[in-house]
């Protein structure tokens, strides 16, 4: 009888713990606690560098660099759908889920998703597209399907010089031209060089632009990435025909120039908007290491030349080798040895359910596409993507069909997808 009535006691004792792990289970996925909220997986694999830095600074807190590394988990395809662009630098959708794509001499193409191009589009002043310069990125106007307009960054060259600009011009009705193109803003003044031009465009939730600029590479420019009076090493914030916006941090401040939203930046050619927080992001390249992700804010200032996490490519330190210093922001992230970080994209999309508001850069000299996780706006993953392809990776956009579409300097058109 006692061995029965311990059985049972037994028994009790089980149902009871059983039936309280499943409420505690039917708990943690109730309702009220948001997806969102639970955040994306911290990295648990190697780190994906694992080469020797260049420098020996040391990060100024930890996984600023070197972040434990991801490995995606959901099936995807990769596909070649076009092999056919010259040189092109930028690629973004248009609403109907075409895509438009710049290639630097200063032309444009329009591709299906199945990699079908048009002929090229022109209708462009003429471009710097010496090294660095061209026709750079593109981006539709929020209104574009009635207004058929569009935004382009390019390097302008007059007998001053070159800089960047910001121009805009509306798709003609058989899309073979660009028509009534207009200049709305120049980062003056002019250089004769043919570095460093930048540069990307992102449309924040008003309709305003923002446009990221170089600080024009030679020892001569460097310097004015600190100053407010020019528009090297700069973010602008402008109305879409070219004035400051309204509220801009340095708008009211005597000898700035109105656009400029931050400052401190060296060449930077990665800009998007995270798609669940609205915060504007930023990739720039350093020079010998230090190449950088930042989290941008009005009126702040990233520190180029003054700190930096790179040294000069012959292997001399930048000023004194600081890496901090008070009034300068840090970095989310930095690269040593670099990515050469190109444009980059959110995935602004739940097709790939574990890519969801991660971001996706372009690299160049890595010849590979880095993808990066983040949590409260720190960098807990990295991965690298299509590594054996041997391109290097100028642009990803993200398509309006759950897709990541990538160009190459070597003239692939690249889509990436669940399967």
């Known amino acids: 009888m006692k061995h029965v009535k311990f059985a049972a006691i037994v028994l ?3 149902f009871f713990v059983s039936a309280s792990c499943v409420e505690q289970k039917s708990n943690s996925n109730d309702d009220s606690t948001p997806p969102t909220e639970q955040g994306p997986e911290t990295g648990t694999l190697p780190p994906v560098e694992d080469r020797q830095a260049n420098t020996d600074y040391k990060p100024a807190f930890e996984g600023q660099t070197r972040i434990a590394g991801v490995k995606t988990e959901t099936a995807y395809d990769v596909k070649v759908i076009s092999s056919d662009l010259t040189a092109p630098w930028a690629v973004t959708a248009l609403p109907d889920g075409r895509l438009a794509i710049t290639q630097k001499a200063g032309t444009m193409r329009i591709a299906t998703t199945e990699g079908q191009l048009s002929e090229e589009i022109t209708g462009f002043p003429s471009v710097d597209d010496r090294r660095q310069g061209g026709l750079l990125d593109v981006k539709p106007a929020p209104d574009f399907e009635s207004s058929r307009m569009l935004y382009f960054t390019f390097a ?5 010089g070159s800089l960047t600009a910001v121009g805009k011009g509306k798709l003609s009705a058989d899309e073979t031209k660009i028509e009534d193109f207009q200049v709305i803003f120049r980062a003056v003044p002019y250089y004769d060089n043919s570095m460093h031009f930048g540069s990307r465009i992102v449309f924040d939730k008003n309709g305003n632009i923002f446009v990221s600029t170089g600080e024009r590479s030679d020892l001569e420019t460097r310097p004015k990435a600190q100053l407010l009076d020019n528009g090297y090493g700069k973010v602008i914030h402008i109305t879409p025909d070219g004035k400051p916006v309204e509220g801009n941090p340095f708008i009211n401040t005597d000898g700035a120039l109105p656009e400029i939203y931050s400052y401190g930046h060296r ?3 990665g800009l998007d908007i995270h798609p669940a927080t609205g915060e504007l992001w930023l990739s720039e390249m350093g020079p010998r290491g ?3 992700l930042n989290l941008v804010k009005p009126g702040k200032n990233y520190g180029w030349a003054a700190i930096t996490y790179g040294i000069e490519y012959n292997g001399q330190i930048i000023s004194g080798g600081a890496t901090q210093q008070e009034g300068m922001e840090q970095p989310v992230y930095y690269w040593d040895p670099v990515l050469s970080p190109s444009g980059m994209a959110f995935y602004a999309s739940n097709a ?5 508001n ?3 850069i372009g690299g160049l000299n890595s010849k590979h596409i880095a993808r990066i996780v983040l949590k409260d706006n720190k960098v807990v993953g990295e991965e690298r993507l299509l590594a054996n ?7 990803v956009g993200m398509g309006n069909d759950g897709a990541l579409y ?3 300097d070597e003239g692939r058109l690249y889509r990436i997808s669940k399967k």
């Open 406 to 408: 990538a160009v190459t």
């Open 389 to 395: 392809e041997n391109q290097r990776f100028r642009d």
């Open 267 to 269: 060449n930077a050619q």
């Open 12 to 14: 009790f004792s089980l």
């Open 156 to 160: 302008e060259r007059t007998s001053q």
């Open 358 to 360: 991660n971001l996706f």
């Open 352 to 356: 790939i359910p574990e890519w969801e």
């Open 290 to 292: 230090g190449d950088e």
